[in-house]
């Protein structure tokens, strides 16, 4: 195996694990701030809410709305004062999953919220008849029975932000972007450009796949 074949492929791997890295925390993080957040507008809205709240459904849906409307690359250098903060740097693998995190949780509460909302009223009703709790609704109807979507949503989510650590490498995030970035264009190796984005998008029809089977298997279930 020539030198140069070795370096290509600790160049690819190492780039390939940082990527997984990114997405996985990432990922993890915008499910626990999203989640609660798709929960709260949910409940709070004041047409449909099991618990309306006009004000704080406006307030959070404003916010949400905001953070989705600026461009990742920008939310990147906005974010670098607070990412210092939180990680002691603003580059890297371990900087990246911070803009990642709040990119992907405004998304994930909207995921949730719109799969929450798609459960049929009668349900709920049915539910509420038999003197369930608002609390006892969400976690032992709403979820369970909106599952498949948010699977799909989720699904969605991940891809996003695989495309998303991509954007990451153009501003010293590292990952797969980084290595098409630094090699594949500055130095004109179209073999790292090439394999950057095979590998990418062999991980977005791995996830594609894993979460169209989960999510079809769990609807068969309901």
Known sequence: MSSELIKYLSVIGTATWQTLVMVLFSTIFSLVLGFPLGIILCTSDPSSGLKPRKALNQVLSIIINILRAIPFVILVILLFPFTRVIVHTAIGTKASIVPLTIAAAPFVARVIESSLKEVEPGVIQAARSMGSTNKQIIFKVLIPEAMPSIISGITLTIINLIGYSAMAGTVGGGGLG?????????????????????IILIMVEIIQVIGTKLSNKMQAQR
């Open 178 to 198: 980084d290595v098409a970035i630094r090699y594949g264009y500055q130095r004109y190796r179209v073999e790292y450009m090439f394999g950057a984005v095979a």
